[in-house]
């Protein structure tokens, strides 16, 4: 199976502490390396991954808080002394290129790569990135300012192929490829070989759902039905209920909710607010609605 895996950078909320750092994620497909999220200190935690910084591709903002991007600027610095050449595209909600392009004018002004800044319409879903291994569309979220979370959609990869048909039926090196993308096989007497008997099924294909920071928001579900894993902000416990509407930001138990109606197959809580001195409270409420829920944690990998 092709490698689909999350890298939590940092879980934590608005104020960094010694067990967290503020929203940033790589989700390594096949190699090809996305970030979500850039918070402070961010750079330092990708180093501890050992991923390689030039298989970075995109950089995905959700918002434009502090706690979401502090860290961008000096990532991007640290590519241009590491000799970047490969244009690099940071996507993010409008005022993207108000806030940032001065700054990457002034320090990143001899930079030997490109940056490219894509402002995207925040309540609406569309799709900002495709190639050939993935599809990232974005999920309208609700919060103080303009803020979307990311849903990754892996393509399908070909059927497998048999080896014992290859030399039952004598089949050519130059049809394997049209076999795994679905073709039968004709017997020089006219016999027609079925596909699913020349092959297996591929994968099954996974997909991931990063939705933070956001109100209690429903509708999420109906857009991420039947996903993966689904990371969802769990900022407070249910007894701040008030506070987290207040502040538009969601409870372990909101999340929960949201994983139980879209029947994702694993739910993921982060964005936990400082006040907590340990997560156990959220992950019990969590868990009492929907039992196949986990905490994220700085330097954790999960593998799809």
Not at 94 to 115: A, E, G, M, R, T
Not at 124 to 142: A, F, W
Not at 144 to 173: N, S
Not at 269 to 291: N, V
Request: charged letters at 20%; hydrophobic letters at 35%; proline letters at 5%.
């Amino acid at each position: 199976m092709e490698k689909f895996e999350i890298n939590i950078l940092g879980c934590g909320a608005a104020l960094p502490t010694p067990r967290r750092l503020g929203s940033a994620q790589v989700v390594n497909i096949r190699e090809k390396l996305f970030m979500l999220d850039c918070a402070e200190g961010a750079q330092m935690a990708l180093r501890r991954t050992h991923l390689h910084f030039s298989h970075l591709q995109a950089i995905f903002l959700t918002h434009l808080h502090g706690d979401h991007v502090f860290g961008l600027l000096g990532l991007l610095s640290t590519f241009g002394l590491l000799g970047r050449i490969q244009d690099l595209h940071v996507y993010g909600p409008s005022d993207l290129q108000h806030v940032f392009q001065p700054q990457i004018d002034y320090f990143c002004n001899d930079s030997p790569y490109k940056i490219i800044l894509h402002e995207i319409d925040t309540k609406t879903s569309q799709v900002v990135y495709e190639d050939r291994s993935v599809q990232i569309s974005t999920l309208p979220l609700s919060h103080r300012i303009p803020c979307c979370g990311y849903l990754f959609k892996e393509k399908p990869t070909p059927r497998h192929i048999r080896r014992d048909m290859i030399d039952f039926y004598h089949i050519p090196i130059s049809q394997i490829n049209n076999i795994k993308a679905g073709m039968d096989w004709t017997l020089d007497d006219g016999t027609i070989i079925p596909n699913d008997r020349l092959t297996t099924p591929s994968a099954p294909v996974r997909s991931y759902a990063y939705c933070t920071d956001t109100i209690y928001r429903p509708s999420i579900s109906e857009q991420i039905q039947g996903c993966t894993c689904l990371y969802h902000e769990a900022t407070f416990a249910q007894e701040h209920a008030l506070l987290a509407k207040k502040t538009y930001h969601s409870t372990a138990a909101q999340a929960a909710q949201i994983a139980q109606v879209a029947q994702v197959q694993q739910l993921i809580l982060g964005h936990f607010s400082s006040r907590y001195l340990t997560e156990d409270q959220l992950l019990q409420e969590a868990r009492q609605i929907f039992p196949n829920t986990t905490l994220a944690e700085d330097g954790r990998k999960i593998i799809l």
